[in-house]
């Protein structure tokens, strides 16, 4: 594997990428100011343009200092909002000292060109323009875009890289959704060790510095009697996030950018990396502060020999011991951001309704897919589907325009993989045989280790050539990816 560690920076003169300027444990500190929104960049007159720029810059995490990298010097990125129907000009600039890309997580928009590329690669100092067009018909909802350039993606967002894309849309029309207090959470960690040995990489590197839109314990608002609208996203490298708050549940209205049929209530949600979703809360607690928590969660780990030592009902994180493969050793909630009442609002309701969630058409062509791990000569241990190493020269999957297909995804290996489709939202049907409990729209779905699920894609609109992948992106980068062309 191409290490490419971010404290080699040192040669270019940028200073040292995520060097330790910041102790460890810096994830519980007194609430800040309300959540931080980074800059905002709207469509006018049906174009969203606007520069951006890709660079190593100091950014200030938990009121302390780090060289992190950031597009436009912020942490996220630029929020960018358009409609469906609008045209989006970006014009990129790499000033990083490595090639670079742009991937649109979540839109559907064509996978060539200088659309949704991820076979095109920037250099250190270039500038590309990007531009495509949002359909009529896209589901209005939470993207994200990142980096997506193969061996390069992993390090460049656990550097920092990434921002939330919103595009507006009917959902955003339901009266009680309309009057509920919109906030924006960008869930990342952040690495301030020096650096990440090969078996991080294996687990999939979490970091110590967890924040939400770039700050350590913040506090969002909702008004008493009211709702509050979260939009959250998980841009994290590999951390998952088992989310609660307390004495609140959960409404649950829309997943990776797409509206359910109704809300529905859950007690606590589960976000894999690259997942998003929306929930609404009610405000009908006495008046106080409540704390958003991460639950602690096992996603597996491995022993030297690759046999699996969960612990039962993953709830706990995996002990650590002699050659393991840890992903993390987080064993009592976490507090991630501070939900606080503010003024008085007149009482309201949930939406009765969302948006319709049309059941697909019975499927063409079905598929088998295996994601598993193991040794590959002259290339150590990688991650596998259908038990091969990622190969960019390789398709690995052709499929055939205004085709609706099931893929049956096996997760045969000791560790969790959330399995993203660019390109294609789908449903997910089952999952271990059984029917999901509610109808949605999806690009990333977990697979648990030793569960399989089935996925039904319609493939419209775009031919051309994409991939599928782990979104722990430290498994991506160690070949759990593969290539799919579609056609016309």
Known sequence: MRRRQLLALCASGAGAVLLSRCSRGQTQSSPQSQVNLPKLHTSTNGLLKLDLEASVRQINLGNRTVDLLAYNGQIPGPRLEAQPGDTVRIQFQNNLPDPTNLHYHGLHIPPTGNADNVFLSVGSGEQVTY??????????????????????????ILGGLGGIFIVRGPLDEIPEIQAAEESFL??????????????????????????????????????????ARLRLVNASNARFYRLALEKHPFYLISTDGHPLSVPVEMSELLLSPGERAEVLVRGEQEPGEYRLLDLPYSRGQMGMMGQNRRRPGMMGRGHRGPGMMHPNNQDSPQTLAILSYSG??????????LLPVDALAAPTTERKFALNHGMVPGQGMVFLINGKSFDPQRIDTEVALDTIEDWEIANTGVMDHPFHLHTNPFQVIARNGKPEPYRTWKDTVLIPTGETVRIRIPFKDYPGKTVYHCHILDHEELGMMGTIEMKG
């Open 131 to 156: 531009e495509f067009s949002i359909p009529q018909t896209h589901s209005g909802g939470l993207a994200y875009y990142h980096p997506h350039l193969h061996g390069y993606v992993a390090d460049q």
């Open 344 to 353: 008085q609002a007149e009482p309201q309701s949930l939406p009765p309704k």
């Open 186 to 227: 960008f869930l990342k960690d952040f690495v301030v060790e020096q650096d990440q040995p090969m078996m991080g990489r294996m687990a999939g590197r979490e970091g110590d510095l967890v924040t939400v839109n770039g700050q350590v314990n913040p506090s969002f608002s909702i008004p008493a009697g009211g709702l």
